[in-house]
Nanobody, 120 residues
Framework: QVQLVESGGGLVQPGGSLRLSCTGSGSIFAINDMGWYRQAPGNQRELVATFTSGGFAVYADSVKGRFTISRDNAKKTVYLQMSSLKPEDTAIYYC??????????????WGQGTQVTVSS
């Protein structure tokens, strides 16, 4: 069984910073790619930033230059450093990973989400 657990969300003023963390646990053979999505009320879930299976970082245009994704493979953890936060960044942030549980089996897994609220 695989679990992804996020942490680090909260309330922050416009212009502030937050760092999100997501750690995988359970029957993880390897992690192919890992990243962050978000969903604001009334909107569809959208990509924020992710590492591709080739190890490249991909960002949504709306967060380029403000957010930085990083990872610690040994800890099975991905981070999202968010700076210069705007009210429109308010959303539930979800971690998503494509995880290999054996040589032949892999699947997409989601965390439970962490709320980020940007407001004065």
């Amino acid at each position: 069984q695989v679990q992804l657990v996020e942490s680090g969300g909260g309330l922050v003023q416009p212009g502030g910073s937050l760092r999100l963390s997501c750690t995988g646990s359970g029957s993880i053979f390897a992690i192919n790619d890992m990243g962050w999505y978000r969903q604001a009320p009334g909107n569809q879930r959208e990509l924020v930033a992710t590492f591709t299976s080739g190890g490249f970082a991909v960002y949504a245009d709306s967060v380029k230059g403000r957010f930085t994704i990083s990872r610690d493979n040994a800890k099975k953890t991905v981070y999202l450093q968010m700076s210069s936060l705007k009210p429109e960044d308010t959303a539930i942030y979800y971690c998503k990973a494509n995880i290999r549980t054996s040589w032949t089996e892999s699947d997409d897994y989601w965390g439970q989400g962490t709320q980020v609220t940007v407001s004065s």
